[in-house]
């Protein structure tokens, strides 16, 4: 076992940076016959095939969150964390069918704009300006840290130098893709998601064939899957029972960040329908390209997260089992005093062969990158094109909304860099993936209760939409903080259980579930005072929801295998 990175390692990774940026480049020269419009940079506009979009989407999505935030979830919480991976499969089959006719039938660009449309300006103005806080403030923050953090640990630095360093070098080679626009991201998104597959799939691969060894079983991968189940059975099962009195801390934790049945009834779907349909980040991929060619992107990445478990959770349940065998003890308490889960995916790398390793870290580079190019792109296209065209310049040339978006995107860089040097929110001192799902919780009830109603009930009005976005982040707020203060940790509402500081807590996932119903019923009470048909309605077309039958098949054997994965994990 060994931090160090051979030159073997040192050449496969350069041997990816070469490739991944060659390849942009190439990209970007096909374009400079012309001047690139907004149309171009922001959505690559029928550029985009139906693999790519797939492939950027999924790209964009396992970041460092998935890699080292759901890897850290695998070793302290098991397969229940695979909920968010295959539950989004289920929602992305909602999105190719009734979302994406929508969005493209209005012609828009970003999220603001529909809002605008069906509702006010508003209310699209209020919007840009929170999702333009939470891309920069949160998610780049946290795929900033959480990357640099696993990179620094895997080549074994401890000081503060390196990291600062790695973190550096992954924005600027971010920076590189995306001042490409939206079509060097999405092609170099289809390397990128191939090389964090290959990658991510020989270190899972790997990391059984360390436990097989472990337990002196050979080199298997299949007998260490069977060993990995066996000695840690209670990190095999998709659904976590409501705690006892005599339920261990170690248990109740799990249960609050994933509780149970209760946690489908609800905040599953409302985590994921904002996440994977009302989310400019991932929406922009789509809305470039005709229907069939957007849904058939989206199914295949949906058929794609169905296998992101194997990438993703598996090495930290691995982890987890090495670790209560005797190994991994200093790599899972790297750069702290005790056992930090989001080391987990680290860990597994450390005891990779030569040139592996160096696989292994293009394809954790990869999932960085890809997030922070697709992010920081939606920054600069929500500001460009809802704030500066707008409101600051309406009579921008095309040149020049290009040339903002492109500064926009440097400036959003610059400040998630600063939010990270010194972790001013504190990310190091939570579970990564758990930060993210907890905080967006916030916001995520108001803004799919929005969306959902002004998609399918003509009479929603616009006053409904800014209580509901207002009243979704109040309820979330009471629900978090402040319900078992007043009425204690028991309710017909929620169960609330003591948390690792010993405060009551509800499930955020519970807290989120509730906040949306509440929000939903608050902008029906408010709409019913408006006219019957909203003058802004969304008129929805006989048969515009219908599919191709190739991509009914899909979306059939995608729910048959979600079934069967839960009925053998229940």
Request: charged share 10%; hydrophobic share 55%.
């Amino acid at each position: 076992m060994s931090n160090r990175l051979t030159t073997l390692d040192l050449l496969v990774f350069l041997f990816y940076l070469v490739g991944v940026s060659g390849y942009g480049y190439y990209i970007y020269k096909r374009k400079q016959s012309s001047e690139m419009s907004t149309k171009d940079y922001f959505l690559a506009e029928g550029s985009l095939t139906w693999w790519a979009i797939g492939a950027s989407m999924i790209a964009s999505n396992i970041s460092a969150e998935q890699f080292i935030g759901a890897s850290g979830a695998g070793f302290s919480q098991g397969l229940a964390v695979a909920a968010y991976e295959w539950v989004a499969a289920i929602v992305l089959i909602f999105v190719a069918v009734y979302f994406m006719p929508i969005y493209l039938r209005q012609k828009i660009y970003t999220m603001p704009q529909f809002l605008e449309q069906r509702y006010n300006a508003t209310l699209s103005l209020i919007m840009s300006i929170f999702w333009l806080f939470l891309y920069i403030a949160v998610n780049l923050t946290v795929i900033l840290y959480l990357g640099a953090l696993a990179i620094n640990n895997l080549v074994g630095s401890t000081g503060s130098g390196t990291f600062h360093l790695i973190l550096v070098g992954l924005a600027v080679f971010a920076l590189f893709i995306t001042l490409g626009g939206m079509k060097v991201v999405g092609y170099t998104d289809v390397i990128q998601v191939a090389v964090l597959l290959v990658g991510g799939l020989a270190t899972s691969y790997l990391a059984l064939v360390l436990v097989s060894q472990k337990f002196g079983l050979g080199s298997s991968a299949i007998a260490g899957f069977q060993a990995l189940m066996g000695a840690a059975d209670d990190h095999f099962h998709m659904i976590f029972n409501k705690p006892t009195p005599d339920s261990t801390q170690t248990y109740v934790s799990k249960y609050l960040a994933l509780p149970g049945l209760v946690m489908y009834t609800g905040g599953q779907w409302v985590a994921n329908l904002n996440y994977w349909g009302c989310n400019q980040y991932i929406t922009q991929r789509a809305l470039g390209a005709d229907l069939k060619t957007a849904r058939t992107g989206i199914l295949f990445a949906a058929l794609l997260k169905l296998i992101m478990p194997l990438v993703v959770v598996l090495p930290g349940i691995a982890a987890y089992v090495l670790h209560q065998q005797g190994s991994l003890q200093a790599e899972m308490s790297a750069g702290g005093a005790g056992v930090n889960p989001d080391n987990a995916y680290s860990a597994i790398l450390t005891f990779l062969p030569n040139g592996l390793k160096g696989l292994s870290l293009a394809a954790l580079t990869a999932a960085i990158v890809a997030s922070l190019a697709g992010k920081v792109n939606s920054i600069s296209t929500i500001f460009t094109l809802d704030i500066y065209r707008r409101y600051l310049n309406p009579g921008a040339t095309e040149k020049k909304l290009v040339w903002v978006g492109r500064v926009t995107v440097l400036v959003a860089m610059l400040l998630a860099v600063a939010f990270t040097w010194e972790d001013l929110l504190g990310v190091g001192g939570n579970g990564g993936f758990t930060f993210v799902q907890k905080y967006t919780g916030y916001v995520s009830p108001g803004i799919v209760a929005v969306f959902l109603l002004g998609m399918f009930w003509k009479r929603t009005t616009a006053p409904a939409a800014v209580a509901g976005m207002l009243a979704g982040f109040g309820f979330s707020l009471f629900f978090n903080d402040f319900a078992t203060r007043l009425f204690g940790p028991e309710t017909l509402f929620y169960s609330a259980f003591r948390n690792a500081k010993g405060v009551f807590e509800v499930p955020f996932l519970v807290s989120m579930g509730w906040s949306f119903f509440l929000t939903i019923a608050l902008m029906v009470v408010i709409s019913l005072a408006g006219p019957a048909v909203n003058p802004k309605a969304i008129h929805l077309e006989q048969g515009m929801f219908r599919v191709a039958p190739r991509q009914l098949a899909l979306i059939t054997a995608i729910i048959l295998l979600i079934t069967a994965l839960y009925v053998k994990f229940w």
